[in-house]
């Protein structure tokens, strides 16, 4: 199945109000932001989208809303993970009837599974979407790697396995994607998850990276793709110490999807940064550090 994905794409939160209720407005208001951008495309129910807090039906409502806004102008992908098999598919399905362009989905992450276990329940999924498959590792919050061989064998078995997102905070993991997944099936696509691994990927050979910084610099991620593409490594060295500093947001909180949001607010759009149960709103505390971390990063004064 044809699909061509590159360059920088954001993995979009979901915008709540206060009562927890999804918020159309704020979303919108995000969307038609990053559209004006240059981001190459959407990831929309990741896990910055706050996917694993959310009801089945209340995805399906907010991909639907989010699949409508965007209108065609860039590519949309949406996240279907669950640790059901059935409602990945269920889900994937509901993505493709509403015009979406491909799915993700991260492995299951509570009940630990075998490599066959894991192969299985990726290649039902892509026998049963009508979409295009991203695999999605990110093993630090599911608890198991996806091992290089599993995603070969994937993609040489699973036409329509086209690409992962892999977050593992190790370049030579990428590296074993890109040499001996993508060197096999050179079509399959390379996204890092971690934003600091963007320029390393592109140069080995990657397609780009999906990266929570690029919701609201994305002038530093895309100016790193467009210098890349450039062979301009002056600017991109310049951007990626800006995207070194931004990228300490991560270890500041956990969950970061409630700082994700507070930079995106404190960058200049009126969104609600309510965040879904378990998580909480940062604290003054977390607040402070979030402020000087994108003081240093050149997004606020």
């Not at 910055?48 to 991909?63: D, N, Q």
């Not at 059935?86 to 075998?114: F, R, T």
């Not at 890109?178 to 998850?193: L, Q």
């Amino acid at each position: 199945m044809s699909l061509l994905l590159k360059g920088v794409i954001p993995p979009v939160p979901t915008i709540f109000n206060a009562q927890s209720q999804f918020d159309p407005l704020g979303m919108g208001r995000l969307i038609d932001r990053l559209l004006a951008s240059d981001v190459n495309g959407f990831l929309f129910l990741g896990s910055a989208g706050e996917f694993a807090t959310l009801a089945h039906e209340s995805r399906k409502a907010i991909a639907e809303f989010c699949v409508t806004r965007v209108a065609g102008k860039k590519p949309v992908i949406i996240g279907t993970a669950s640790c059901s098999t059935q409602e990945v598919i269920d889900l994937s399905q509901h993505a493709g009837s509403i015009g979406a362009d491909a799915v993700m989905v991260v492995n299951p992450y509570y009940a630990k599974l075998s490599d066959e276990r894991i192969y299985q329940h990726y290649r039902q999924i892509a026998e049963n979407s009508p979409l295009p498959v991203l695999l999605y590792n990110f093993p630090i919050l599911t608890g198991q790697d996806l091992p290089v061989e599993v995603v070969a064998r994937l993609a040489k078995d699973c036409p329509n396995i086209v690409g992962i997102k892999d977050t593992v905070d190790c370049m030579s993991h990428i590296r074993r994607l890109v040499f001996e997944v993508k060197g096999a099936r050179p079509d399959f696509m390379i996204f890092s998850g971690f934003d600091e691994y963007m320029l390393d990927t592109l140069m080995i050979g990657g397609d780009g990276v999906i990266p929570a910084t690029s919701n609201f610099a994305p002038d530093v991620t895309c100016g790193i793709y467009k210098a890349f593409l450039e062979k301009d490594f002056a600017t991109a060295q310049a951007l990626l110490t800006r995207l070194a500093l931004l990228s300490r947001m991560y270890a500041i909180d956990a969950p970061f999807t409630g700082c994700i949001k507070e930079a995106i607010r404190l960058a200049g759009l009126d969104i609600s940064t309510a965040v879904l149960a378990p998580a909480t709103p940062p604290d003054a505390a977390t607040m402070e550090k979030l402020k000087a971390i994108l003081k240093s990063g050149g997004v606020i004064k």
